[in-house]
């Protein structure tokens, strides 16, 4: 298995809300009504598509290859958006019901897609026929405060094709004394689609707050190696989100 570590170079020293500090923050960007008065505008989810492939994995019998879904959830609304929970259903040639997956994310920033991988251990691939994805659940709220004077140091990203992402870093949070605060990392790979997120929050936070997250939730097929994460970002906010 190749394992691959990105270093802090990826986020040049303040890797902190790329298209948030462009006005793209749902908590805090209004919009002008006819009249001139401020309506605050609100973020929205999509599924764009959902298919599957045959690829390598470590859990593919010998000389096979094993199922992957490749879904897509996009937000085209001008303003990010909460946290998503999307329903993954395998199916047969007759329409039975073979699995059910769960995926998740905290945030979908504006205009972005998020695109997973999913594994489906299978002994008969061929009796797979057809996946779906489904939106169970879409928070468009973010009940946070962006710290815009936050900044990113000494961050790293690890990642191995099936085995996940880890993500660590210290975030400096500037002046900012925050009660609560939750730092959201956003991977992300070559074509700039969201590959997942991972999330730490703390009470009475000091000025500078560890960040050290892992996730086996964010894969990639080992014999796409393009497709793999290779940056991440972070999102600061004053509140628990």
């Not at 990392?185 to 000091?206: C, I």
Request: hydrophobic share 35%; aromatic share 8%.
């Amino acid at each position: 298995m190749k394992r691959r570590t990105f270093l802090s170079s990826f986020v040049a020293g303040s890797a902190l809300l790329s298209g948030c500090l462009s006005g793209g923050y749902g908590g805090t960007n209004p919009t002008q009504s006819e009249q001139g008065t401020p309506t605050p505008q609100s973020a929205s989810v999509e599924v764009v598509s959902s298919e599957y492939i045959l690829a390598d994995s470590v859990v593919a019998p010998r000389e096979s290859q094993t199922p992957w879904a490749i879904t897509e959830v996009r937000n085209p609304a001008p303003v990010d958006h909460g946290q998503v929970r999307t329903e993954l259903r395998f199916y047969d040639s007759s329409d039975n019901l073979l699995e059910v997956r769960d995926g998740y994310t905290v945030y979908l920033p504006t205009q972005t897609t998020w695109r997973n991988y999913t594994r489906y251990y299978t002994e008969t691939p061929d009796q797979l026929n057809r996946v779906e994805l489904r939106i169970v659940e879409a928070d468009s709220n973010i009940n946070g405060t962006l710290i815009e004077q936050a900044s990113a140091v000494n961050s790293d990203m690890v990642v191995e094709p099936e085995a996940g992402v880890d993500v660590v870093g210290e975030i400096d949070l500037g002046r900012a004394n925050p009660d609560q605060v939750t730092i959201v990392a956003l991977v992300y790979d070559s074509q700039g689609l969201l590959r997942g997120t991972m999330r730490v929050q703390e009470t009475n936070p000091v000025q500078t707050v560890a960040f050290s997250r892992g996730t086996i939730s964010i894969r990639t097929p080992p014999n796409l190696p393009e497709e793999a994460p290779s940056s991440f970002e972070f999102v600061v906010l004053d509140g628990f989100v």
